[in-house]
């Protein structure tokens, strides 16, 4: 009996350091990253933490991104289940589960109806709106059931950007927004179905992080209205890059602003974006799965060096990729 309560404790043990991780002493943020295989910015973001250096022994660290969650009680019929998370952070994507028998539901939040498939919906709260209380409504059969999400604030930080002159023009608005549209509808045109059944990969192999999700940015000296939409990796012009999760491939041409682009449609009103490559390898219409080229790592667009910007959306809005490594909303 001694030695199966042993095996036991171990193997909670085990399952428990997979989801955090107990600060020690002499541990940096850096060294905690590499034995999880995730990065710095992970764990900052995730236990929004400003100044990486500073680490108490005994902290405990979050090592994925998923949401704590909750069953709604007290429902009325026709509803039988409602699970919401207890709160999320600005920017982030969050899942919503909700059975009604065979009754069709619908879910609106942030002044958008959606229908539910298979009795789940995937959302996300944008990064520019305020922390609070926010409604979601759910409706079957006529009845509607209030619910409210709890949104917290994240600091995420501040970007200057330079541009040299030939580059400027591109900052031009009717520019910004028609490109921005065009993404939107590729976005909105994709399958109904969820296409991946696990967390998703990286899209690059080296993990070499120069702009991270949500940073407030400024462009010559203008003032701080907009906010980096994804994640940057400063890699070498010609590295490849990979499909993170199946989809079919929605755009793959040349843009002004994003340079070579490439976006895949993932389901369920998901798109990743894939900007300022140097080459593309995929058509529209084709179907790709985790880890097939895509394209390669360039500095065309809207760029300043060689990159790659990676973002994901959900039902247009722009979420923070770092918790889709760990697991999917």
């Keep these: ?30 060294r905690i990253a590499k034995q999880y295989g995730t990065t710095v910015e992970a764990l900052q973001q995730l236990n929004r933490i400003r100044d990486p250096r500073q680490l108490r022994v005994g902290q405990v660290l979050r090592l994925n991104g998923q949401p704590e969650r909750t069953l709604l009680p007290s429902l009325p019929a026709p509803f039988t ?25 619908q879910v609106r939040f942030l002044g958008i109806t959606h229908p539910v498939r298979e009795g789940s919906l995937l959302l996300a709260v944008p990064r520019l709106h305020p922390p609070g209380a926010y ?10 059931h209030t619910a409210s999400l709890r949104v917290v604030a994240v600091e995420r930080g501040r970007q200057s950007l330079v541009l040299p002159p030939d580059r400027r023009r591109l900052l ?20 109904q179905e969820q296409l991946w059944r696990a967390a998703w990969r990286r899209p690059v192999e080296r993990e070499r992080i120069t702009a991270i999700f949500g940073v407030l940015r400024s462009f010559n000296g203008g003032p701080f209205r907009s906010y ?38 993932h389901g369920l009103g998901v798109c990743s974006g894939y900007w ?54």
């Design 276 to 329: 300022h490559l140097s080459r593309i390898t995929v058509r529209p219409g084709q179907r790709v799965n985790a880890g097939d080229l895509i394209g390669h790592v360039g500095s065309t667009g809207l760029s300043t060096g060689p990159h790659l910007h990676y973002e994901i959306r959900v039902h247009g809005v722009p979420t923070d990729p770092m918790p889709w490594y760990f697991r999917t909303p």
């Design 228 to 265: 980096h939409e994804g994640l940057d990796y400063g890699l070498p012009t010609g590295t490849p890059v990979y499909a993170p999760a199946p989809g079919v491939v929605g755009l793959a041409e040349s843009l002004a602003v994003r340079g070579n682009a490439v976006v895949l449609q």
């Design 172 to 191: 031009a608005a009717d520019l910004l927004i028609a490109e921005r549209n065009q993404v939107l509808r590729v976005c909105a045109a994709g399958p």
């Design 81 to 105: 289940s409602i699970e919401l998370p207890l709160r999320l952070a600005q920017g982030q994507a969050f899942r919503v589960r909700v059975n009604a028998g065979d009754l069709p539901v």
């Design 135 to 144: 409604r979601i409504d759910f409706q079957a059969n006529g009845v509607v």
């Design 1 to 30: 009996m001694h030695r199966w309560l042993l095996a036991f404790f171990t193997l909670c043990s085990l399952a428990l350091a997979q989801n955090t991780h107990t600060v020690r002493p002499g541990e940096t943020l850096y």
